[in-house]
């Protein structure tokens, strides 16, 4: 006699590594449209010059013969026409595709950076603190803490006022937003730490008379990669945006630089007019921090040690009573 015989599914752990990462995040078609929105707006960044020049316009250059009596750009939907893709800029007659292609290295670069600078401040600070612990992680924390609770963004309007003009604006704004994201890196860096530093491998390496920073390199960092990776990630969209609002509030990077938040500033007064000055710039800042978003929560779910796959054995045939 035979029987058909259906086996439990039964839960088996995800691939691990880079490949198994990779893996799990091309399975999730909204990370891959995202990390396809990214490279595209990279890609953006990086040919600006070449774009521009499709159009034979560039962002320095004043075309006030497009522009009507009040300032405002002559024909439909600001001015779009053959010559001007993405129509002009209302009182200067600038190009708005070379504008938003220009301020795509503007606001990504700046993103970036600042990016990276709260990283490395912020990784510092929650490692050393979560591993040597004692009163240096006592004042730390307190500094933290009095970090989160300071007014940054008034700070940071404030020193951007102050500042020399001859200091560079971009090299300005990215060392402010980027000192001011560090806080919330370290307090999530110090909580894995004071978790990792008590795992076998952790106390092993220490009995074993390795050096403190030799311990950080070899044993802390490597396994906090994971978590450093989707913060890096989730921290783009917010530097981006912060760099947007200075920038909107007129104290970020000096015109005539191209900058998304500022050309946003500026499309306020003419939205009645003009709605399209408006929709290029706000469009392109939305699109790449819901990317950056996407694809940082695809990452997280990505990385998860804890994430497990469901395996659904195939039906036995065949098997006798």
Partial sequence: ????????????????????????????????????VIVVFALVAILAPVLAKLTGQNPYSYHTGTLGGIGAP????????????FGVEPLTGRDLFAIVTYGARTSLGIGL?????SMVIGVAVGVTTGFLGGWYDRIMSRVIDVMFGFPSLVFMIALTAIVPSKFPATVLVTI?????????????????TLSLRE????????????GTWHTIRTQLLPNLAATITV???????????????????SVGVTPPTPSWGRSIGDAIGWV?????????????LFVITLAFNMLGDALRDALDPRRTVTVRPRRREGVRA
């Avoid at 198994?20 to 891959?32: K, L």
């Fill in 1 to 36: 006699m035979t029987a058909n015989v259906a086996t439990a599914p039964v839960a088996a752990p995800t691939a691990t590594g880079f490949r198994g990462v990779v893996s799990r995040v091309r399975s999730d078609r909204w990370a891959v449209v995202s990390a396809i």
């Fill in 272 to 284: 009645q007019t003009d709605p399209m000055y408006l929709v290029f710039p706000g469009a392109a």
């Fill in 176 to 192: 402010v937003i980027g000192f001011f994201g560090w806080p919330s890196v370290a307090r999530v860096i110090r909580g894995q």
């Fill in 113 to 117: 950076a600042a990016t990276v600078v």
């Fill in 231 to 249: 913060y890096a990630t989730i921290s783009i969209p917010s530097m981006i945006g912060a760099e947007a609002a200075l920038s909107f509030l």
């Fill in 74 to 85: 002559r024909g439909a939907f600001g001015g779009v026409s053959a010559t001007h893709w």
């Fill in 199 to 210: 795992r076998n491998f952790v106390v092993a390496s220490t009995a074993m008379g390795a």
